[in-house]
T-cell receptor, first 112, second 114 residues
């Protein structure tokens, strides 16, 4: 079945360092790859997304890269700040395009 | 913030009892989803709806049913709750299919089945 693997499950960095979270997807028909951030006690919120016809996208301190051949995509956060501490989920669109399949999440802790 | 309200926000129930969770939206979005979130499993899709009375199963639909009789409401029913259904349930909505745009999530409903 459709599957999204996400690594690492936990990540601790010092303020100002970079953080990288990696995901792989199984279905070559997936064409949309969003990243969601979940703060404690809240629902996930979209932070950045990328489509299959684009290799990289950047928005201030965050960037996402996509390697369609390898079915890998990654989230890069530069100059991390304590408020970046949260759970991050990657996702890939289902074959039918009607739903998102999420990874298991990465808990990012940024210490000052 | 997208207008999504989940109710109840917290519920404790006993094994074998029926439970209904409600998701209400004020955005008039066509697509609605129910996900469950469990430690070590992330977010898993239970059911989704692509219009009034149009629903389909997700990856973990066993033991759950849904109904959507009007655009703004999407109900998730556990006919006979089991302890394995203890979880945090999130409703999400989107204006277009999931592979074209943002999903907006509610605040979650925490269900404990004793």
């Amino acid at each position: 079945g459709e599957n999204v693997e996400q690594h690492p499950s936990t990540l601790s960095v010092q303020e100002g360092d970079s953080a990288v979270i990696k995901c792989t997807y199984s279905d070559s028909a997936s064409n949309y790859f969003p990243w969601y951030k979940q703060e404690l006690g809240k629902g996930p919120q979209l932070i950045i997304d990328i489509r299959s016809n684009v290799g990289e996208k950047k928005d201030q301190r965050i960037a996402v890269t996509l390697n369609k051949t390898a079915k890998h995509f990654s989230l890069h956060i530069t100059e991390t700040q304590p408020e970046d501490s949260a759970v991050y989920f990657c996702a890939a669109s289902s074959r039918a395009g009607t739903a998102l399949i999420f990874g298991k999440g990465t808990t990012l802790s940024v210490s000052s | 913030d997208a207008g999504i309200t989940q109710s109840p926000r917290h519920k404790v129930t006993e094994t074998g009892t029926p439970v209904t969770l409600r998701c209400h939206q004020t955005e008039n979005h066509r697509y609605m989803y129910w996900y469950r979130q469990d430690p070590g499993h992330g977010l898993r899709l239970i059911h989704y709806s692509y219009g009034v009375k149009d629903t389909d199963k997700g990856e973990v639909s066993d033991g759950y049913s849904v109904s959507r009789s009007k655009t703004e409401d999407f109900l998730l029913t556990l006919e006979s709750a089991t302890s394995s259904q203890t979880s945090v349930y999130f409703c999400a909505i989107s204006e277009s299919p999931a592979n074209t745009g943002e999903l907006f999530f509610g605040e979650g409903s925490r269900l404990t089945v004793l």
